[in-house]
């Protein structure tokens, strides 16, 4: 690798090991007052990752940057390696997609709509979903919404029509890490908001299409913080174990009827996620030991990949499962 041009598509390990490569972004952590011992996971990652887990703090300008750096001033060219898709998986079929705006649900929409199927996509972020309608024509359906409000959930209905043959529940968002003892009423309700009643909701409105057609697939996500204790904060943690709950109480109520529900739990997923405001000195005291156990962290692809297995007839014997997509940390 010595001799051979290093890109975004390699990842921040390769860099640290490569001879050009080790010493540009070295530099530029040491600007940002940083180091490579404060990666932890993220080196695993791939350097183009980094842009959208940063949240607008490492841009695409700086990648770019780093790479000509690292290459004698040129941008090498190299294809970015795409997951493999399954031609005409959803063929015909109406599926939607909550926070399809990016991150997992954006890859998830994506990979469906790819695949043939319509994807109602849904997001708080209106112009997010209309550039992926824009990309990826006819087959992405925008709806513009906040799951908390009722309004949002009949325009989703509105626009799916009559026969709705998958749901995907992605968006949620993070808590500040705060523990029991400091949690505001507010923060928890507002992760309960979104991440378990706006779920609730959704999916208690397109479960009668469902029955009536006597099948569908519904595939929730929690997270690793649904697994255990010691990958989030206490509302956070809590949400994701009521969306447990739900996935396994409506899977056994619904298996008779043709309907599947399952979860996914991403472990570190390099997504962005959004958090609730300043985190909890506390919470990340007690939380950062804990994360040396991550393997490292996957793609929003990767999660796609999961999803979309579960949402079609490549699951047809699962149902009630929660699959940790993580990369292993389960196991751990």
Do not use: C
Not at 58 to 77: C, I, S, T
Not at 143 to 163: C, F, P, Q
Not at 301 to 306: C, G, H, R, T, Y
């Amino acid at each position: 690798m010595a001799n051979s041009p290093i890109t975004a598509q390699n990842t921040v390990q390769q860099w640290l090991d490569h001879p050009a490569g080790g010493p540009a972004i070295r530099g530029f952590l040491a600007q940002a007052g940083s180091d490579e011992n404060t990666l932890g996971p993220a080196l695993t990652m791939k350097l183009q990752q980094l842009v959208d887990l940063s949240q607008g703090k490492f841009p695409q300008a700086a990648v770019d940057e780093l790479v000509k750096q690292a290459n004698g001033g040129v941008m090498p060219e190299i294809a970015e390696t795409v997951l493999p898709t399954v031609e005409g998986r959803f063929e015909g079929r109406t599926v939607i997609v909550t926070g399809a705006g990016s991150g997992i649900g954006r890859a998830t929409a994506s990979r469906i709509a790819r695949e043939g199927g319509r994807v109602i996509a849904v997001d708080i972020a209106e112009v997010k979903i209309k550039e992926l309608a824009e990309e990826l024509g006819e087959a992405i359906v925008p709806v513009a919404g906040d799951l908390t409000d009722a309004a949002a959930i009949d325009s989703i209905m509105a626009a799916a029509g009559t026969k709705i043959d998958g749901l995907a529940n992605v968006a949620g968002i993070n808590d500040d890490f705060s523990p029991l003892h400091e949690v505001s009423d507010a923060m928890w309700q507002k992760i309960f908001a979104v991440n378990v009643e706006g779920l609730m909701r959704l999916t208690r409105a397109v479960l009668p299409t469902m029955l009536e057609a006597r099948k569908g697939s519904i595939v929730n996500i929690t997270s690793e913080a649904g697994l255990r204790g010691s990958a989030s904060g206490v509302a956070y943690t809590a949400s994701k174990h009521a969306v447990v709950g739900i996935t396994r109480s409506t899977a056994f109520m619904y298996a008779r009827e043709g309907i599947r529900v399952n979860a996914v739990a991403p472990g570190g997923v390099a997504t962005g996620i959004p958090m609730g405001g300043k985190t909890s000195e506390y919470g990340e005291a007690r939380l950062s030991p804990a994360r040396v156990n991550i393997p490292g962290l996957a793609s929003a692809e990767d999660l796609a990949a999961s999803i979309t297995f579960l949402l079609s007839d490549d699951g047809v014997n699962i149902n009630g499962a929660i699959l940790p997509s993580d990369g292993g940390w389960s196991a751990v």
